[in-house]
């Protein structure tokens, strides 16, 4: 995914993307006009918010899908100011969307944390980029600096460069990272209860779900649901790749057929599966293309949103062996904390690895079955959940060719290259075939 | 219609400080089981009266402190 193109004329990414970043302040603000925030605590603009984002149905974009509005009450009761924290980790190495829009609108993603930062009361915005994304880390540094010039920063806005690691981006971990450097998934047993930075409540929020709350702050829930389904409303990014012509990131309304998305970025060959979510998301099976990209629909056939990655996979190449990748990537990236999840993933790793390779005893199928089943739920976050999702889809969409391989028969796109893409140098990445 | 209530025990594990001593298993293995690797499965479903003793035990024999005793209201 070197080359990101991306889709204009859309409501999040409106500029096309020529040699430079853009846009500049000015040119942010003559496209989606001024947003003004209340200097102090306003009853009824922060109240008008929240509504407002409630009204419009705003899923959170960052992987859970949680209802954005919700998150902000219980973080601003607290004695303490709290802090906002904008979640730009993006640790799925398939995603672009994040650095896309913090390249191409970081005003958008700041308005939206200052509007978050208005309701909640907070002091103190924090941006958190990967250490290895350096684009996006100069584009929002940039962009700060903008506004802290322009004077329109009303609060502390401070870049941060948590390591590049796949759960480094869960929120627990995230804050952990930020509160004392550990930057490990905390077990919560009871989620109402905000996470904490130096006692602070804090609030997080995905970069994308951010500026979508700036375009609600501006134009209101009903304009948000004029695109979408009643169920699902307003548009979402989504980073297509695999086997199309163009992959990249594109501007999609909630309810799209999963089709047709592929089709924006240049469908070529007939697919054997795609990949919906993450990489611990799930495979749908070539007969459902038609399913509306929306979470019900997408719940109903075992999948999910995720943080809107949408892999195609060509007919030809083996979903086993790809699943066995990746498998293999997700057990690399545990955070090393749970036993389930330490012990689990590497096993169902080498599991599939023997399937695909179709050297695998006659008890594989149950056993992956086994202990998807024993690690399901037992981390402290959801990261081994993601892979059992992922594992179990596997099984279901490409059972024809599973069949074959437990039967010691590998498809020939065993050998095939693989349409993943991982980070260089990974495990999983050298284990190719 | 008056519904009785009443506050029950449930098992949890903290999986982040459990190091798979196995303790809990051996002490109350009606509500705990141990995965391949060692690890406890705990059933989450109100502890019976009749356990509780022994789930209280169970916790405070853990050295990692990673068995968790919660309260919750079930219906009588």
Known sequence: MSAVTLETNDRLLTVRPGGGMGPDLAEHLATHGTLSIPARDDTDWRTGIQRAVSASGLLGRGGAGFPSALKWDAVRRGRRRPMVVVNAMEGEPASAKDRVLLSYAPHLVLDGAEVVAAVVGASEIVICVAEDNRTAAAAVERAVTERMRAGIARRRMSVRRPPSRYVAGEESALVSWLDDKRGLPMLRVDKSVPLQVSRRPVVVHNVETLSQVALIARHGPDWFRRVGTPEAPGSTLVTVSGAVRSPGVFEVELGTPVVDIVRRAGLETELAGVLLGGYGGAWLHPSRLATPYAPGPLSAVGATLGVGIVIALPVGSCGITETARIARYMAGESAGQCGPCVYGLPAIATDLEQLAAGRADSAVLERIRARATAIEGRGACRHPDGVVRLVRSALAVFADDVAAHAQGRPCPGHSAGSVLRFPDGHLASRRAS | ?76
């Open chain 2, 1 to 76: 219609m008056i519904t009785r209530q009443r506050v029950a025990l449930r098992l949890r594990v903290d999986p982040v400080a459990c190091d798979a001593y196995g303790y809990c298993a051996e002490i109350l293995p009606e509500r705990v089981t141990l995965d391949e690797w060692g690890y406890p499965i705990v059933d989450g479903t109100p502890v019976d009266a009749d356990l509780v003793a022994l789930a209280i035990r169970a916790g405070a024999e853990c050295p990692r402190r990673a068995v968790l005793l919660e309260r919750v209201t079930v219906n009588r």
